[in-house]
């Protein structure tokens, strides 16, 4: 059912319990005609009688098969369509699984590299077992470029993949090279 249903079947649902106790109350009070005469016949008070002790128990399970159905009714009037539920939702112990491929961790790493400045080029290789990878990294610098500008950038680098990735390497090997070729 669509939200626009669900409030409707709401709106008529409340309009007639309103009613029926508008009803109740007004002949109670003995404003209706008919004030003095009992809701229910002779009939069905004679068979309420009758089944003293069961009849008070059979409209307690009545009662209780209703307020389950009116809590499902009411749960799916809440439910917001395209919302996930269940435990998807929930944030878990966080022992899951990620798969990404060797080269798209490489390749982040090389393009921060390169975006420091006096770094030519650089290539990442990484070994060894996921929590503590070994990281080997190659860079190449610009002749001009300054060796503690440059380590300070290689390290604020790797330091920002370690802790993208969430664990530390087990081993850093970084070699810088002098590049001479593009002058």
């Known amino acids: 059912m669509s939200n626009a249903a669900h409030r409707l079947l709401w709106t008529v649902l409340a ?42 128990l059979a409209v ?19 439910r917001v369509p395209g919302r996930l539920t269940g435990t998807l939702t929930h944030p878990g112990d966080g022992g899951g699984r990620t798969r990404v491929a060797t080269e798209v961790l490489t390749g982040t790493l090389e393009r921060d590299l390169l975006r420091a400045p006096g770094v030519r080029r650089a290539r990442v290789l990484l070994t060894g077992p996921v929590t503590r990878p070994d990281v080997w990294v190659e860079v190449g610098l610009d002749p001009s470029a300054g060796l503690g500008a440059a380590r300070a950038q290689v390290d604020a680098a790797v330091r920002r993949f370690a802790a993208t990735l969430g664990c530390r390497p087990g081993h850093l090997d970084v070699t810088a090279v002098v590049d001479e070729t593009s002058r």
């Open 15 to 56: 309009l007639l319990l309103v009613a029926a106790g508008a009803v109740g109350s007004a002949v109670g009070l003995g404003w209706l005609p008919g004030g003095g005469a009992p809701l229910l016949g002779d009939g069905p008070v004679a068979w309420w009688q009758a089944g003293t002790p069961w009849t008070a």
């Open 60 to 78: 307690a399970a009545g009662g209780v098969l209703l307020a389950l159905l009116g809590q499902r009714l009411l749960a799916a009037g809440l």
